[in-house]
């Protein structure tokens, strides 16, 4: 070692400016990484590859946001069409042409409450159950303005396959977390806001969004015809993007109706009345059958809203028999004056 | 329910949800955040072609174990740098060579106005990280990964705690320690046995 070295000692400024200098001269290939980007996740020019799934979308229930930890949902096969069975006999005035739809009136300041009970699946390879939930969103009267969504869990789960044991194993036994949430537009748990950003869609509907959609129910079918790809049939996946869009709570009572109406265009759509959501008020449900699920939405007649769904298994399959209730929830509106109040109602 | 301290408020921009509907959505917003950052760190460790590989298995990892991603533990940024790390691990020798080959450089920074050499390699950064990289090579990886995920990779000790799975007061002792080993290490004149 030479003689300076023995009593020479760097300083922490001349660590830094090594370290800062050392390599500081790579390249990030630009055009590699939107290659890599791309086999993975799909371009940032075209919209990803949605994943083929039929109970997975059941992790967006009840919430303007599906929030998930701790475990996955298992992604089913995606299936051919449904086979082939006759059209549903339609009655002779349909219920749905009986629908009214109206708003409750929001005055500037005040908060369109959103409240959704409910039970929703949490799954894996080992377990699934349903946990009971509630979520709660104050909408204000101008989407650019703050929302707050609020969810509590009760706790209460009950397995359709496998054991509490065998969810704790794999951390998830709250695949629901409790919390309260701010955001403007409704974006509450996006790394990057969708709404208000001209990539709102379907499931993350925003005015702008909505107000793009046709009233007239013909052109909107076609719309939802177009646009709606995958799932377990055309039918089902047409069904399933329009209740995504409904769930959200925050469609005018135009465009609903719209929505019922261009439903009632769906060849195999069963209509019935009289039927309860998980809290017991009945409206007029609407439902399809898929090739691995029978899907629900319950409607009140007076007013159009969306007041509950429920999706019931119609084969075993992921461990789950046939026949199992997987959603099931009811959900209350009001206007109320401040964030985290209820309706009188 | 009240509300949730910032510590304990298990989602937003830094601390996304991954286990939604749309994870190829999710993750190629996270790709776009992240992977520029990320790749630009690898390839200062490794090189850049090896890098990309990493990136692109890191993601891969990542979408693969969104479900191990808790939100409330730590950033997304960690766990990325968490699962890249390990990922890492297997081109340790690739990484020392790399360092050797560089610190050989550094006796070849020419030798004129010798009297003024001292201040003229202070001020040579260049010719300091040809110095420093043969220090670099003798860490250990928990160590080189402490210092450079702090200093390449720009995490907080608590970030760099919760991507490597260790406590935070051993990240900040083990940098300090690091950082005074290399101080005294590293040499500050060029060790020329053929110049004597």
Known sequence: MSEQNVHEMWSDDDLDLALAALRSDVDTDVARLAGIRGELFG????????????????????????????????VLAR?????????ATPPA??????????????????????????????????FAYVAETTTTTWVPAQERQDWMQRRTVSGQRKFLFGTEADAREQDALDMWPSGTWHARCGDFLLEQP?????????????????????????????????EAKGGQSHEHRMFTTAADLLRNGTAPADLRLALYRALAKLPHLEVAEGVANLDGRTGVSLAIT???????????????????ERVVTTIAEAGVAADEVIVDTAVRYGVVDQQGDEPAH | MSQQSPADLPADRDRPFLGGPEPAVQFGRLFDTY?????RYLARRVGAEAAHDLVSETFAVALDQRHSYDPRRGVVRSWLYGIATNLLRRQVRQEVRGLRAIARTAGHEGHTASHDNRVADRVDAAAMAARLAGALA??????RDVLLLTSWAGLTPAEVADALGI???????????VRKWLRANAPTHIEEAGDV
């Open chain 1, 43 to 74: 371009s940032t020019d075209t919209p990803a590859p949605a994943p083929s799934r039929t109970w997975i979308r059941w992790a967006a229930v009840a919430a303007a946001v599906a929030v998930l930890v701790g475990a996955v949902f298992v």
């Open chain 1, 79 to 87: 299936r051919g069409d449904d086979k082939p069975v006759p059209p």
């Open chain 1, 93 to 126: 005035v349909s219920p749905i042409e009986r629908i009214k739809a109206v708003d409750e009136p929001q005055r500037p300041g005040q908060f369109r409450y959103v409240g959704t009970h409910g039970w929703l699946l949490g799954q894996s390879d080992t």
């Open chain 1, 194 to 226: 969708l709404r208000c950003t001209g990539k709102a869609y379907w499931g993350e509907p925003d005015e702008e969004f909505m107000d793009s959609l046709p009233r007239d129910p013909q052109q909107l079918y076609d719309r939802l015809s177009a």
């Open chain 1, 290 to 308: 898929g090739s691995a699920t029978h899907e629900v939405i319950i409607v009140d007649p007076a007013t159009g809203q969306f007041i509950g």
């Open chain 2, 35 to 39: 992977a520029p950052s990320l790749h």
């Open chain 2, 138 to 143: 003798q860490l250990s990886e928990g160590d």
């Open chain 2, 167 to 177: 406590p935070a007061g051993t990240v900040r002792s083990r940098l300090h320690r």
